[in-house]
């Protein structure tokens, strides 16, 4: 088994120390063994973990995901069905955003389309839309609509 001080742990991991005082402090790692010298000291068993959690972290997941991810994992309980929620809602929400971010280009695209550089800053289409005043809910306070809805002056 190999024997890691922090710095050490960080440096194979690529990641900074304070990144995994951070994990500790928020129970995705377990509280370090200490050396007689008082420094924590990790194992191969935590180098993974980070590692998971980095992963996790790559895929979208957020840390109080990847700590259910890491609970279920170690439950004599849990089933992959467990898993595949936890997934699957992850995957709704990557299709959420994808879907705001497409409104947002379509719109952009629009606004876009409609300038040129030709013309006086003044008259800037972009500009026009952005200084816009949004419409007003019932209790008239300024409303945007959804990125979607955007309507590029004409």
Known sequence: MTYFTIGKLSRALGIR?????????????????????????????????VRFIRKGQQLGFTLREIGSLLDLRASDTATTADV?????????????????????????????????IDIPIADCPILAHLASIPR??????????AAGAVKAPS
């Open 84 to 116: 595949l929620a936890i997934t699957e809602s992850k995957i709704n929400e990557a299709t959420a955003r994808i879907d705001d971010l497409t409104r947002i280009r379509t719109a952009l695209s629009a606004l876009s389309a409609q300038c040129s």
């Open 136 to 145: 007003e809910d019932a209790t008239g306070h300024g409303n945007p609509p």
């Open 17 to 49: 120390p304070d990144t995994i005082r951070y994990y500790e402090r928020n129970g995705l790692l377990p509280p370090p063994a200490r050396s007689s010298a008082g420094y924590r000291t990790y194992g191969d068993a935590d180098l993974e973990r």
